[in-house]
């Protein structure tokens, strides 16, 4: 009974954590916009393979000893905030291009770019960091990384249940994309800006959650 209910909880919170929109859900919404759904599902992908690296090393103690370092997570927080503006800045750049990079797009936006930049954002995010080096334990009663096959159980279970929630976001904003877009340059510029604002946002969520 004890064991349902804690798997409960964790459900839902997971839940919670993950609808709210953060830098995963930025980011993948924003590949969405300029990529389509299905090519945004290697950007989705990039985000899961981060939450499975950092689930993998809070299973084998690591993790601990990381969140045991404050100026390590600073230093990833702050690259990570810097990482979104760099990103906001090259979409502001690109649609200042205009039509030229109608061209262009597909190869600036490769299926390894879209998984890469989405992994490293991922590792860069204190968000992930937090949760599976640092929440996991407390949900199953155990620290100094001890515990580690129920933490990468836990961990898997959580990934699993963010795709889904990954996924919606994306089909709703290429559906959204598509009205906005209609196959002009101005809809592109619009779309473009739109992201730029939304990786703006995440970076300041990153400094100031």
Not at 16 to 37: C, D, K, M, R, Y
Not at 58 to 68: E, F, I
Not at 150 to 173: Q, R
């Amino acid at each position: 009974m004890i064991v349902s209910n804690m798997l409960l909880t964790f459900v839902l919170t997971n839940l919670a954590l993950n609808v709210t929109p953060g830098p995963a859900v930025i980011q993948v919404t924003s590949h969405a916009f300029t990529q389509g759904w299905q090519r945004a599902q290697l950007s989705v992908l990039g985000i899961l393979c981060g939450n499975a690296l950092y689930c993998l090393l809070s299973a084998v103690g690591l993790g601990a000893l990381l969140m045991a370092w404050p100026h390590v997570y600073q230093i990833l927080r702050y690259a990570g905030a810097l990482y979104l503006v760099w990103l906001a800045l090259k979409r502001l750049w690109q649609s200042s291009r205009g039509s030229a990079l109608k061209i262009a797009r597909k190869e600036v936006y490769s299926l390894s770019s879209l998984f890469r930049e989405s992994f490293l954002l991922q590792l860069s995010n204190p968000k992930s960091l937090l949760f599976f080096c640092a929440l996991l334990p407390v949900f199953i009663g155990v620290s100094d990384g001890q515990g580690g096959i129920a933490i990468l159980l836990l961990g898997l279970l959580a990934i699993a249940l963010e795709y889904p929630v990954l996924l919606g976001y994306t089909l709703v904003s290429s559906t959204l994309a598509k009205r906005i877009n209609q196959g002009n340059d101005r809809g592109r510029r619009v779309i473009d800006v739109i992201c730029a604002f939304l990786l703006l946002s995440s970076a300041s969520l990153v400094l100031f959650a």
